[in-house]
C-alpha cells in the first residue's frame, strides 16, 4: 500500500527552485503536482513522489546540498496544527514528546525521539529522527532535509542552542564543510542513524516565547479526536521491531514476541487478523532494507547479505530476482537513473 504524507512536508521547494535558476512549478508538474499543493496544511502527496521530486531536482540543478537548503526555507508552521501543540509546551524537552507523539498526522513514516548520547557522555543526550516505513525508498536529501528542519526547529523552540554534534546516516552528499557551515557543529557520516547530540539540559529548558497551555490542550484534544496512529496496528509494531532488529540480532517471531511481551502464537493470531503473517513482515522488511543499501550505498553485496540476515552473496541474488525481477547488481546500477515520465506519483 502506498503511503502518503502530508504535501507540505516538501513546501517551499518550488521557490527554492526558482531561486537556483530552474522552473519549480515546471518540476513539479511533472509529477501532477502544484505549488498550491504544497501551501496547503491538507493536501497529500505519496511518500514515494515527494523523494522523486527531491531527486529529480538535485539531479537537474546539479545542487547535491538540496536537502539542507529547502531545511532553510522551511520553518516549524509546515506541521499545521501540530505545530501550535509543539510550540505551546512548557519546555523544549516536552515539545519534542508532543511532536513524537503526534508526527504521524504529518508524516506516518518518521518518527522523532530522545536518545542516549551514542558516544556517551556525561550531560550530553541527543535527539533522532528515523524514517521507519518499509515501503519508502532511502532518500539522503529527504534526511538532509529532515535533519535540518529538526535542528532549524530546536533553535525556535529554544531560542537557540549548543549542538555538539551531527550523525548521518549516509556518505556526504556534498563536499563536508557545506554540512559543518549548515549545522555549525562536527558532522559524523556512514553512521547508519541520524541524530543531533545535544546538552541534556536542552530538553528541560523553557520554551523561548510564551506558551498557552489552553491552546495546547484544545490541539491536543482535537488531534486525539480525529487521528488514529498507525502504530496502533500490531502489523506497524511488528514491522517497525523487525526493522531494529534486522543486522543486529536475529528477527525472529520469539524474540519479537518478547519484546512486545505477547506470547508467539498470540502475536501470529493476531497478525492473521490483519491479514499478513510474521514470515511475511520479515520478507517484506528485508526486501526494503535490501532496496535502501544498494541503492543508497556502495556496500559490498556479501555485507547487504549479511544485514538483511541472507546466507550469502548467492542468497541476495535470489532474493533480489525474486523481489524486484533484476540481480543486485543491476538494481543498484538502475538506481542511478532518474525516473523522467510525467506525472510518475500518480501511479
Not at 503536482?33 to 513522489?49: I, M, N, R, Y
Not at 518499509?134 to 529527504?142: G, L, N, S, W
Not at 530538553?203 to 495546547?216: C, D, H, I, K, Y
Not at 522488511?285 to 547479505?305: C, E, I, W, Y
Amino acid at each position: 500500500m502506498q503511503m502518503e504524507i502530508r504535501a507540505a512536508a516538501i513546501r517551499g521547494i518550488d521557490r527554492l527552485i526558482d531561486d537556483l535558476g530552474g522552473d519549480g512549478a515546471g518540476l513539479l508538474a511533472e509529477f501532477g503536482v502544484s505549488p498550491g499543493d504544497l501551501d496547503s496544511d491538507h493536501g497529500l502527496l505519496p511518500a514515494v513522489t515527494a523523494g522523486r521530486i527531491l531527486r529529480r531536482a538535485t539531479k537537474k540543478l546539479d545542487c547535491p546540498d538540496l536537502g539542507l537548503r529547502l531545511a532553510a526555507y522551511q520553518d516549524m508552521s509546515m506541521l499545521g496544527p501540530l505545530a501550535l501543540a509543539v510550540g505551546n509546551c512548557d519546555t523544549v524537552g516536552e515539545g519534542l514528546d508532543c511532536a513524537s507523539r503526534f508526527l504521524f498526522v504529518h508524516n506516518q513514516g518518521i518518527r522523532l525521539s530522545r536518545a542516549e548520547d551514542p558516544e556517551r557522555y556525561a550531560g550530553v543526550g541527543a535527539v533522532e529522527y528515523r524514517m521507519l516505513h518499509p515501503d519508502t525508498p532511502y532518500e539522503p536529501q529527504t534526511i538532509d532535509a529532515g535533519l535540518g528542519l529538526l535542528h532549524r526547529n530546536l533553535i525556535t523552540m529554544s531560542g537557540g542552542y549548543e549542538l555538539l554534534g551531527v550523525y548521518m546516516p549516509h556518505p556526504p552528499l556534498t563536499d563536508e564543510s557545506v554540512y559543518t557551515e549548515f549545522f555549525g557543529a562536527p558532522v559524523r557520516f556512514n553512521t547508519g542513524r541520524a541524530l543531533l547530540r545535544v546538552p541534556a539540559k536542552l530538553f528541560v529548558q523553557p520554551m523561548s516565547t510564551p506558551v498557552n497551555p489552553e491552546l495546547r490542550r484544545m490541539v491536543v484534544e482535537y488531534l486525539e479526536a480525529h487521528y488514529t496512529d498507525p502504530r496502533d496496528s500490531v502489523t506497524t509494531t511488528v514491522r517497525s521491531a523487525v526493522g531494529r532488529a534486522l543486522g543486529t540480532v536475529p528477527a525472529r517471531i520469539d524474540l519479537v514476541a518478547a519484546w512486545l511481551h505477547i506470547h508467539p502464537r498470540t502475536l501470529q493470531r493476531r497478525l492473521a487478523q490483519e491479514g499478513t503473517s510474521f514470515q511475511a513482515i520479515l520478507d517484506d522488511v528485508r526486501k526494503n532494507a535490501a532496496h535502501r543499501l544498494l541503492t543508497g550505498t556502495d556496500m559490498p553485496f556479501s555485507q547487504v547479505a549479511s544485514l538483511v540476515e541472507l546466507a550469502g552473496q548467492a542468497a541476495l541474488t535470489r532474493a533480489a530476482r525474486r523481489w524486484f525481477g533484476r540481480t543486485p547488481t543491476q538494481v543498484r546500477r538502475d538506481a542511478k537513473r532518474i525516473p523522467l515520465s510525467p506525472r510518475v506519483g500518480q501511479s
